[in-house]
Every structure is written in C-alpha cells, then in structure tokens.
C-alpha cells in the first residue's frame, strides 16, 4: 500500500488475484450465471475488471513471466514449465516497491520452475514479504513455503498428513486449504498496513 505525503493525490491500492486453470467466463462478473462468485465480483465492480486481454501464452510459467515482467516470451526468455527467468529480469513488484509500494506475495509466483523457486528467490521478485507456495504438496521444505510454515504453526496434524500422503489426500479442509491461508495472510497484510 502507498504512502502519501501532504498535498499529493493517494496513488491507487493494488490488488492482483492470479488463478490456475479458471476459463474467463466462470466468474459471475464476466457473464457465469450458473456459479456464484460474489467476492471476486465485488471486487471486479470496485477496481478494474480486464475484459479485454489475452494470456501470453497457454503454459503457465511463460504467461506468468510475461505478466509479471511485461515482456513476451522472446524478451524474457521462458517458454517452457520448467525454464527459469533470467536474474536481471524485473518483476514490477519491484518498480512499485521502489515507489513506495508494501508489496507481498501469498501463494503461487511461477515466473520460474518449481525447483528454481524452492531453491532461491528471484533477486528482482520485489516482494517485501514472500510467502510462496506453488501447490500445498509439494516442496514442503523449502524455506519459502509460506504455507508449510503456516501449518506448522497452526495446523501441525495437517502438514503431517500432507507429508505423508502429498497429492493422495482427498480434500482438505477449509480450514487448512492453501486457499485458507493465501487469503487470510493477504487480508492480514492489508489490514496491519491500513492501521
């Protein structure tokens, strides 16, 4: 969230909800009469709902590194799963953070690999906090893993659970889903910043 001084005009909040594998009409706000997404449509009537747009490309790391780069794949270089972004990439998390920008990150960034992310931060991602998570099987021992460490703390019988059983778990509760977390920890964030 930005700061302002005296006598500037605030500069807009900025909130970006990034989903796997959603088609753009399963959104009420985008014309889906037969689900109910009450939340993202509010939040699609209050900010900036895209209806005009087109993903970079069909494989999630390469969209995703052009999303959060701005560039095409030629200009950035990825266009498979597992390529990894080059280090003098600039994710605009860091231009905003340069501004004066709170930045966070809650969930999946994928600009990368999944290896490659578990592994070390993007040196130019520009996230303040960085609470990565990819899938909630996976890599539950990197030292990024926003959520692993989150059940650590609050669910420990689940994470025990996850490890021992990864993506053979059935479904998970609510309480403990990394969609649970992700939005807690990002509402946490703009809470403790408006305060």
């Known amino acids: 969230m930005p ?10 909040n900025i909130l970006l909800v990034v989903t796997d594998q959603q088609r753009f009409d399963s ?6 009469g037969w689900v109910r997404t009450p939340n993202l449509d509010r939040l699609a009537a209050e900010g900036v709902l895209f209806e005009n747009c087109y993903a970079a490309n069909p494989i999630c790391t390469p969209s995703r590194a052009s999303l959060m780069t701005g560039r095409h794949l030629p200009g950035h ?19 905003l953070r340069d501004r004066g920008y709170a930045t966070a990150l809650f969930g999946k960034l994928h600009v990368s690999g ?15 906090v960085y609470e990565w998570c990819l899938e ?5 021992d990197s030292p990024y893993n926003g959520y692993a460490a989150w059940l650590r703390r609050r669910h420990p019988e689940f994470l025990r659970l996850l490890e021992a059983r990864r993506r053979h778990r059935g479904h998970d509760p609510v309480e403990t889903s990394m969609n649970r977390w992700a939005a807690d920890r990002t509402i946490g964030f703009i809470r403790d910043r408006a305060a």
Do not use: K, N
């Open 3 to 12: 700061g302002t001084e005296r006598g500037a005009v605030p500069r807009p």
């Open 27 to 32: 959104l009420g706000c985008t014309g889906a």
């Open 77 to 95: 270089g990825v266009y498979r799963l597992h390529d990894v972004l080059s280090a003098d990439a600039i994710l605009f998390p860091e231009l």
């Open 114 to 128: 999944r290896v490659e992310e578990a592994a070390r931060r993007h040196p130019h991602d520009g996230f303040e």
């Open 136 to 140: 909630p099987a996976l890599d539950l």
